[in-house]
């Protein structure tokens, strides 16, 4: 799949807990941010397992209705594309893939009508927030995602490059006093995802006061190859 511009897009809360492989006992009292949080439901989800969540994303400026309209138009996107991509499984179910979709938004859309507060419109690489404010912060489908077509992602033209991206993670970096997940680290087209081209310089970046490594998605997402994200922590940070 390729795309003129970055999706409006989202996942259920629940399946993001297994996209970033976190154990929902283990979310109780933290800070947490999801960044860019867009129409999905994972805010909602960690405040079900007792996190303080705050959401991030530059869409929660337009009004309701336009984040409607452009969430819909995106997921139809998707839907004309998905199909003839090799990188999908053949048994993979494309039509609960995109009902979930559906199914995030109407999640998201009920969460912020409660928490209006907690859903912040802003973008990286700047991010509205004093440093280390949050315990765990989860970013997802940004970062590696919308990289050019020609680096591994899907976004034609220049997409987010090498320095944007570290930018970005300098900036996801500033805000996390304890972990950052970043999913996905792999490629998004091909017959295979694979390691995305960006994950060694960026953390050949990394200074000595973090630790790095990658994780194993626990969520399956019908695509073949190794479905990886990144994981960053604070040097005597244990989770």
């Known amino acids: 799949m390729r795309f003129p511009r970055i999706l409006s897009f989202g996942r259920t809360g629940d399946e993001l807990l297994d996209v970033f492989a976190l154990r929902p006992a283990s979310l109780k009292g933290l800070r947490v941010l999801d960044c860019p949080g867009g129409p999905g439901s994972l805010s909602s989800a960690l405040r079900r397992h007792g996190a303080r969540a705050t959401a991030v994303d530059p869409g929660y400026a337009l009004p309701p209705g336009e984040l409607e309209r452009c969430t819909l138009r995106d997921i139809a996107a998707v839907a004309e594309q998905i199909s003839g991509d090799e990188i999908f499984r053949a048994d993979f179910d494309q039509r609960q893939y995109l009902a979930a979709k559906v199914q995030a938004f109407q999640q998201f859309t009920e969460d912020r009508a409660v928490h209006p507060g907690e859903y912040v ?7 509205p927030f004093a440093d ?15 990289s050019p077509v020609a680096d591994g992602g899907l976004l034609e033209g220049d997409g987010l490059d090498l320095e944007w991206h570290r930018r970005a993670l300098c900036e996801l970096m500033r805000v996390t006093a304890g972990e950052l997940r970043v999913y996905p680290a792999h ?3 091909g017959s295979r995802a694979v390691l995305h081209p960006y994950v060694k310089p960026l953390l050949d970046t990394v200074g000595p006061g973090w630790r790095s490594g990658l994780f194993q998605s626990c969520c399956d997402q019908g695509l073949r190859g190794d479905t990886v994200g990144l994981l960053l922590r604070r040097a005597g940070v244990n989770r």
Not at 121 to 127: D, E, G, N, R, V
Not at 134 to 141: M, N, Q
């Open 132 to 146: 280390q404010s949050f315990d765990l912060v989860l970013s997802s489908s940004l970062l590696f995602s919308y």
């Open 121 to 127: 419109a802003a973008s990286l690489p700047k991010l």
């Open 187 to 189: 490629t998004q087209h």
